[in-house]
């Protein structure tokens, strides 16, 4: 079954969102295939570009939908963890 989490990184530096996207990153449960990241784009492209440009081990891909305000990290599945 499909697991999606969400983090809000609307108000922060981009400092501060990198170190709560570092912090979500490694917390995520192991059967998360997806993680939406809101960091809006009406107060300027700081968070975006941070976010768009941010690396993680455990992102295999990111969506930048028609929505402005929000990017989509698609989690690496773990492959030595047998399926369900």
Same mark, same amino acid.
């Given at each position: #079954? %499909?697991?999606?989490?969400?983090? @809000?990184?609307?108000?922060?530096? =981009?400092? =501060?969102?990198?170190?709560?996207? @570092? $912090?979500? #990153? /490694?917390?995520?449960?192991? @059967?998360?295939?997806?993680?939406?990241? &809101?960091?809006?784009?009406?107060? +300027?492209?700081?968070? !975006? @570009? #941070?976010? !768009? !440009?941010?690396?993680?081990? !455990? &992102? $295999?891909?990111? &969506?930048? +939908?028609? /929505?402005?305000?929000?990017?989509?990290?698609? &989690? *690496? *599945?773990? /492959? /030595?963890? %047998?399926?369900?």
């Amino acid at each position: #079954m %499909p697991y999606f989490e969400q983090t @809000d990184l609307h108000g922060l530096t =981009a400092q =501060a969102a990198k170190e709560k996207l @570092d $912090e979500t #990153m /490694n917390k995520l449960p192991s @059967d998360t295939h997806e993680l939406t990241v &809101i960091h809006g784009y009406r107060s +300027g492209t700081a968070l !975006r @570009d #941070m976010v !768009r !440009r941010y690396k993680h081990k !455990r &992102i $295999e891909r990111k &969506i930048l +939908g028609l /929505n402005q305000g929000s990017t989509v990290f698609i &989690i *690496r *599945r773990d /492959n /030595n963890k %047998p399926s369900a």
